[in-house]
């Protein structure tokens, strides 16, 4: 236990020195997994080893936030019924908190066997209860309003959460009603102003010192939260990096959520990489998200083959007048089939056969699924888990009849295997 503020501050900068240390260890194997990668482009025959830099993966996935922030802003604007946004800051209880008073105490009630991935956890939940549980009495049905969220950590590395909802503003009243039932009893102190109304609720049972701010202006929602975005997703440097990488990773966290808007991501990044260059950017307020599903006509086809032939369910995006005619099909696949064919992929280059090589597809997994293939050798995978495989990807320039992309033209190998020693 420690007891006064230096040899507390010592053991925070020991703490944050491990999860950096073990960021630099993950991105340095992931770096190496990628480099063994080939990418063979089959128009041209020419061979290309995957590159991986995770300080521009970084910026991009904060870039890709941004707009997706803004996108959901511009979507409750235009509503039919007018919306009121609602920010949202939660901490948690004492127990939770290693320190107080600013790090210079050590704190008696601090329970060691609660983890910050335990903390991570009520926070969402109770964000959840908050965002998914309100009832809407004139339908007499379940309210699940449009959200972000972000989770950032204390000086000490406890997490704690921003969040923005978007309340019908009919709802406004019985929303209210309805955060007193969620954050239990409370002590309530309100603040007034032209700009916001604020709520702050405080010691109450089931959460620690948490706000609720009304904003009025909704162009001011994005603009609000965004602060705490670019604080907290978009480190300045390689080490403010791994500090963060690190954190999320040791303690299982993920730092940001929204609503499901606009195009999927893994769609975003390719439509981006071969479409981008001809978005207009010197437009006023532009949105990168709303210019690319002007520009596409995206059909995605999702297949169960170990049943059917025929789509499972087909999900459209962007506009159908789109320049851009894109078509997508998903495959699931489950736990044993994958297993079985990485086992031969293995066995193949053993042999070093590789006409058996199991060849991956380009990106043949999922974003969401990224964290559950870190370490893919070791095949720490649950059996009912469930793959989305990308068999088809096509990008067609209707204006000019012409096919400006097909994930078939390229093939990448893995030879993780082979050059394992």
Do not use: A
């Amino acid at each position: 236990m420690y007891y006064n503020k230096s040899k507390i501050n010592k053991s925070i900068e020991k703490e944050k020195l491990s999860l950096i240390q073990l960021s630099q260890k993950k991105e340095k194997l992931q770096s190496k997994y990628c480099s063994n990668i080939e990418i063979i482009d089959n128009k041209t025959g020419e061979v290309k080893n995957l590159t991986y830099d995770f300080i521009q993966t970084s910026k991009d996935y904060y870039q890709n936030i941004v707009q997706r922030t803004k996108y959901l802003q511009n979507l409750n604007i235009v509503k039919s019924e007018k919306h009121i946004g609602f920010f949202i800051t939660l901490t948690l209880p004492t127990q939770y908190h290693p320190y107080t008073n600013k790090n210079t105490n050590y704190n008696d009630k601090y329970d060691k066997d609660l983890s910050k991935n335990d903390g991570y956890k009520l926070l969402n939940q109770t964000f959840r209860k908050i965002q998914k549980d309100m009832y809407d009495n004139e339908f007499t049905k379940k309210i699940t309003f449009d959200f972000i969220k972000v989770i950032e950590y204390h000086k000490s590395l406890t997490p704690h959460l921003h969040g923005v909802v978007w309340v019908p503003e009919r709802l406004v009243k019985d929303f209210k009603e309805h955060l007193k039932n969620v954050f239990g009893s409370i002590k309530l102190k309100e603040i007034q102003t032209d700009k916001i109304d604020k709520v702050k609720y405080n010691k109450n049972r089931n959460i620690g010192r948490s706000e609720v701010e009304q904003i009025k202006d909704l162009k001011r929602v994005v603009p609000y939260l965004l602060k705490y975005i670019k604080k907290s997703l978009n480190p300045t440097n390689e080490k403010d990096f791994h500090l963060l990488n690190g954190w999320k990773k040791k303690n299982k966290i993920r730092t940001f959520t929204i609503s499901n808007v606009s195009i999927p991501r893994f769609l975003y990044k390719k439509l981006y990489t071969n479409i981008g260059k001809k978005i207009d950017k010197t437009k006023e307020d532009f949105n990168i998200l709303e210019e690319l599903e002007k520009m596409s006509d995206i059909k995605v086809y999702y297949f169960n083959k170990d049943i059917q032939n025929t789509p499972t369910k087909i999900k459209k995006y962007g506009s159908s007048g789109g320049r851009y005619e894109v078509i997508v099909e998903v495959n699931k696949t489950d736990y044993i089939t994958y297993k079985n064919s990485y086992t031969n992929y293995k066995k193949s280059f053993q042999k070093k056969d590789f006409n058996l090589s199991f060849i991956l597809s380009d990106k043949e997994f999922f974003e969401r699924d990224k964290e559950k293939f870190e370490d893919v050798n070791k095949l720490i995978i649950k059996e009912n888990l469930t793959l989305y495989k990308i068999d088809k990807f096509i990008i067609y320039d209707k204006k000019k009849d012409k096919i400006i992309y097909n994930k078939n033209d390229f093939i990448f190998i893995n030879n993780n295997w082979y050059f394992k020693k």
